[in-house]
Antibody
Framework: QVQLQQWGAGLLKPSETLSLTCAVY????????WSWIRQPPGKGLEWIGE???????NYNPSLKSRVTISVDTSKNQFSLKLSSVTAADTAVYYC???????????????????WGKGTTVTVSS | DIQLTQSPSFLSASVGDRVTITCRAS??????LAWYQQKPGKAPKLLIY???TLQSGVPSRFSGSGSGTEFTLTISSLQPEDFATYYC???????????FGQGTKVEIK
């Protein structure tokens, strides 16, 4: 059974860089896209970006200038860095496994089926 | 970018009620979206993918349907453990971007 374990600093000052890591246990690292999603207090889910095992990335345009997602396949881990944080970046950050299924001559479908437990990150001076 | 709008944003219902949540896309989705359940302090949990396929282990009282611009999540008989917030999600291929609806909170009447 695949599990995601995430960790990283929970309290940051404005202008610092947020850094989180997610480790994948019990399953293959290749063949999936690995995402970061965040949820500000009392608000909805916002996708930050994703990476696959070969290091190909996609980012949310609203955060792209500050986000870097990287992968360490030797450890089955992927990481998030978000620079120049402000109070608006205060949120619970989740890592998740993304699955995309392409069926010939049919609509593709997708989902995020495995999630980390979340890391609360607070930005405060 | 495709926007997903869920309705209602909030609903109050009783145990045993039939509940329907709608997710509308700002333009036609040439794919099938997913639904998640999130309880306070917990990560979202996948309920349905490909618009109508139940994830393994999810009770059969949950069902999904729809295509194009309108999708629905139905709970046939609301149970106490179903009080939670529900999100729809779609994946845009080009540019590749995952998007969530704003959420629907289901509370006890």
């Amino acid at each position: 059974q695949v599990q995601l374990q995430q960790w990283g600093a929970g309290l940051l000052k404005p202008s610092e860089t947020l850094s989180l890591t997610c480790a994948v246990y019990g399953g293959s690292f290749s063949g999936y896209y690995w995402s970061w999603i965040r949820q500000p207090p009392g608000k909805g889910l916002e996708w930050i970006g994703e990476i696959n095992h070969s290091g190909s990335t996609n980012y949310n345009p609203s955060l792209k200038s500050r986000v870097t997602i990287s992968v360490d396949t030797s450890k089955n881990q992927f990481s998030l860095k978000l620079s120049s944080v402000t109070a608006a970046d205060t949120a619970v950050y989740y890592c998740a496994r993304g699955v995309v299924v392409v069926v010939p001559a049919a609509p593709y479908y997708y989902y995020m089926d495995v999630w980390g437990k979340g890391t609360t990150v607070t930005v405060s001076s | 970018d495709i926007q997903l709008t869920q309705s209602p944003s909030f609903l109050s219902a009783s145990v045993g009620d039939r509940v329907t949540i709608t997710c509308r896309a700002s333009q036609g989705i040439s794919s099938y979206l997913a639904w998640y359940q999130q309880k306070p302090g917990k990560a979202p949990k996948l309920l349905i993918y490909a618009a109508s396929t139940l994830q393994s282990g999810v009770p059969s009282r949950f069902s999904g349907s729809g295509s194009g611009t309108e999708f629905t999540l139905t709970i046939s008989s609301l149970q106490p453990e179903d009080f939670a917030t529900y999100y729809c999600q779609q994946l845009n291929s080009y540019p590749r971007r995952w998007t969530f609806g704003q959420g629907t909170k289901v509370e006890i009447k």
